[in-house]
């Protein structure tokens, strides 16, 4: 399908439409689900980023298993509000997945995710610095996928 805004996102949703929340990063994918009432976002796992050939293998596996029917993808742009390099690797990212991949992609602000999952990781559970690099990619997915559903269930429920 194709990278889409907001409104075209909401109108080409269904009832009951899984969604899936990406966190791309230089090594790894951090990916979360949401329920399908779309109401919470869950981590799910971290993929290793690969060549984009076997990470497109690896996400169609998931979307086929999970039943997703669309994918939000975090935007990481500068605090300025600009869009630097990590930015533009991730828009082709999403525009190359489209071409292999006919459900609908959100590209959704992610500024500050991650430092505030971490955060979170510290402050509430109190994990260990080895545990939150395991977990804090799929946490950020989560993050990032929940700020969408809320931003849904607020403008368009």
Request: proline share 3%.
């Amino acid at each position: 399908m194709a990278v889409v805004e907001l409104a075209e996102f909401a109108a080409a949703l269904k009832q009951y439409d899984r969604l899936m929340g990406l966190d791309l990063g230089t090594k790894t994918i951090g990916v979360a689900l949401s329920d399908v009432m779309r109401m919470v976002a869950t981590p799910l796992e971290t993929l290793p980023k690969s060549k984009f050939s076997k990470d497109v293998i690896n996400l169609k596996a998931i979307i086929a298993k999970e039943e997703v029917n669309a994918l939000v993808l975090g935007l990481p742009r500068e605090m300025d509000g600009t869009l630097g390099k990590r930015a533009q690797a991730t828009k082709a990212f999403a525009s190359n997945l489209a071409r292999e991949i006919d459900l609908p992609i959100l590209l959704w602000d992610e500024r500050l995710s991650t430092v505030a999952v971490e955060r979170m990781l510290i402050d509430e559970a109190d994990m260990t610095r080895k545990r939150r690099s395991e977990v804090v990619d799929r946490a950020a997915a989560a993050f990032i996928l929940q700020g969408v559903l809320d931003a849904l269930g607020h403008q368009y429920g």
